[in-house]
């Protein structure tokens, strides 16, 4: 968020109140402008205060809900989250900093006048709550009853449908999501009280499953950026498709998605969990490909290692620091 310095009668310049210029970039990054912006104006009201910080500050509310504090934080902390959501160079990364901008301005305007302040805020939750809504496919469950079929997976001892697995390890609201560059959206999340459980979804923006993912005793498994001498010898990401470029197109993203679960999520890289994320980007992952219209399923609808795909070369270049939870 910016504070107003004016260099002429007609020219003003913002400076972010959270510490980064929304200035074009290329790429443009938004969960690195996330990782740099603090969730809200008010910045604990320590002084000294500027005119839009007062406003904030010494609003007096007839009730709690229409509070100034309470909006300022709301809203700071639904942008942040939709910055990491975003992607890097995103049609939804470069909408939501455009409208963030024009936010701001309008902020700005209003001076310490709390009453306008109230209002460009309001307006600003109501257009945010839209752009988040259009970050958010949809899962339908349609769609992921046709994808996942009648095949069922070993798991353990006991055979378990595959849609039943997925659901095992999406248990967690709201699911954390990732707009790539390709249009897709990669959706994971796990199983409460047993992180070790995990499952992610990658869906075209129709809505259309492309790829599946069930993860097992991955996470954390390099806890503080150490690689251990191995990871757990159960640990394993089985991809379900049935289109196998879906793979090539997906498989960066996964790649990355899969380190960040090794550090636990939450890493800044580039920046200062950098050699981590590198580390765990080093990591050989115990990553297996099924095509679910394999034709060959010695054990009715089990799915068997003789439907297994190649796993494409490709090249890693998304960053484990998108993946925030």
């Known amino acids: 968020m910016k504070i107003l310095s004016i260099l002429s009668q007609s020219m003003v310049l913002f400076i972010s109140f959270f510490g980064v210029v929304h200035a074009a970039t290329s790429p443009l990054n938004c969960p690195v402008i996330a990782s740099k912006t603090l969730d809200s104006y008010s910045r604990g009201c320590n002084a000294p205060l500027n005119p839009l910080q007062q406003a904030i500050c010494h609003d007096k509310p007839k ?59 309001h307006n600003w939750s109501l257009d945010l709550a839209q752009i988040e809504k259009s970050l958010r496919v949809p899962i339908k469950m349609s769609s992921l009853q046709q994808f996942a079929g009648k095949t069922y997976i070993q798991d353990g001892s006991t055979t378990v449908p595959l849609l039943e697995r997925l659901k095992q390890g999406m248990d967690l609201f709201p699911l954390p999501r990732l707009a790539l560059k390709n249009g897709n959206e990669l959706i994971w999340g796990f199983q409460p009280h047993n992180a070790q459980v995990q499952s992610l979804m990658i869906l075209n923006h129709q809505g259309d499953v492309q790829v599946m993912g069930l993860v097992d005793n991955l996470y954390l498994g390099m806890s503080g950026g150490q690689a251990p001498a191995g990871l757990d010898p159960e640990a394993r990401l089985s991809l379900l498709v049935r289109n196998p470029a879906a793979l090539s197109e997906n498989l ?31 990591q050989t992952l115990p990553i297996k490909a099924y095509n679910l219209n394999c034709k060959v399923k010695p054990q009715g609808n089990i799915l068997v290692d003789h439907c297994t795909l190649p796993l494409p070369s490709v090249k890693n270049d998304v960053s484990p620091g ?3 939870q």
Not at 100 to 120: F, I, R, T
Not at 272 to 282: F, G, P
């Open 63 to 121: 009730n709690w809900v229409n509070g100034l504090l309470l909006l300022d934080s709301s809203v700071g902390v639904s942008y942040v989250r939709a910055l990491r959501s975003a992607g890097v160079n995103t049609a939804i990364c470069k909408q939501l900093v455009d409208s963030h901008q024009v936010y701001e301005d309008a902020l700005h305007q209003c001076g310490n006048h709390s009453d306008c302040v109230l209002k460009v805020m």
């Open 252 to 282: 960066p993203a996964i790649h990355a998605w899969a380190a960040a679960s090794l550090l636990g999520f939450n890493q800044t890289c580039p920046g200062k969990d950098q050699q981590a994320c590198q580390a765990a980007m080093a």
């Open 322 to 324: 998108l993946f925030w």
